[in-house]
T-cell receptor
Framework: NAGVTQTPKFRILKIGQSMTLQCTQD?????MYWYRQDPGMGLKLIYY???????DKGEVPNGYNVSRSTTEDFPLRLELAAPSQTSVYFC?????????????FGQGTRLTVV | AQTVTQSQPEMSVQEAETVTLSCTYD???????LFWYKQPPSRQMILVIR??????QNATENRFSVNFQKAAKSFSLKISDSQLGDTAMYFC????????FGAGTRLTVKP
């Protein structure tokens, strides 16, 4: 079982460029989440999805977009990258959103916008 | 929206001693879950312990235990017999449909 796989692991973007962070899970989880973690801080929820075709905003959605066309994949799109988006991005998944099943995290993507 | 507060940015403890990390949260929900996650320098998020809000009994996992006070909305983590490998960032998290995290406590275990 691969669990939650994020690609790429590292990326440097120039201001104004766009990119997609990929996240895929092979555990047939319904719920998927995107977080960002700024240096020395906790994880802030960007977007989450409760199933294919359904997404919802989290705490800090501005500057990002997501889609969930399949159960397995939950890509995060950055349009017009800004230095404020420099962060480590984590994708996570869980079978339910109630907390009664464990959430699994990817290894993170370190993004630098210069 | 739910908020999670960890008021101790950094803590240290001597090896083999006990340390308690604090967490408070704010919610109007009655049923929810609370978690403590460990994040070592590798950045991996590791689940330490989980507590169901409707259970009065405090959760325990080996050297890790919690003190869950639902009325006070408090959820502290106690680490007994601290080990060097416990050195990490510790995050408290609240879950009801989505998962929200506190800012974290950096724990250093000293030899």
């Amino acid at each position: 079982n691969a669990g939650v796989t994020q690609t790429p692991k590292f990326r440097i973007l120039k201001i104004g460029q766009s990119m997609t962070l990929q996240c895929t899970q092979d555990m047939n989880h319904n719920y998927m989440y995107w977080y960002r973690q700024d240096p020395g801080m906790g994880l802030k929820l960007i977007y989450y999805s409760v199933g294919a075709g359904i997404t919802d905003k989290g705490e800090v959605p501005n500057g990002y977009n997501v889609s969930r066309s399949t159960t397995e994949d939950f890509p995060l799109r950055l349009e017009l990258a800004a230095p404020s988006q420099t962060s480590v991005y984590f994708c996570a998944s869980s079978y339910s959103g109630a907390g009664d099943t464990e959430a699994f995290f990817g290894q993170g993507t370190r993004l630098t916008v210069v | 929206a739910q908020t999670v507060t960890q008021s101790q940015p950094e803590m240290s403890v001597q090896e083999a001693e006990t340390v308690t990390l604090s967490c408070t949260y704010d919610t109007s929900e009655n049923n929810y879950y609370l978690f403590w996650y460990k994040q070592p320098p590798s950045r991996q998020m590791i689940l330490v312990i989980r507590q169901e809000a409707y259970k009065q009994q405090n959760a325990t996992e080996n050297r890790f235990s919690v003190n869950f006070q639902k009325a006070a909305k408090s959820f502290s983590l106690k680490i007994s017999d601290s080990q060097l490998g416990d050195t990490a960032m510790y995050f408290c998290a609240f879950m009801k449909h989505d998962m929200r995290f506190g800012a974290g406590t950096r724990l250093t275990v000293k030899p």
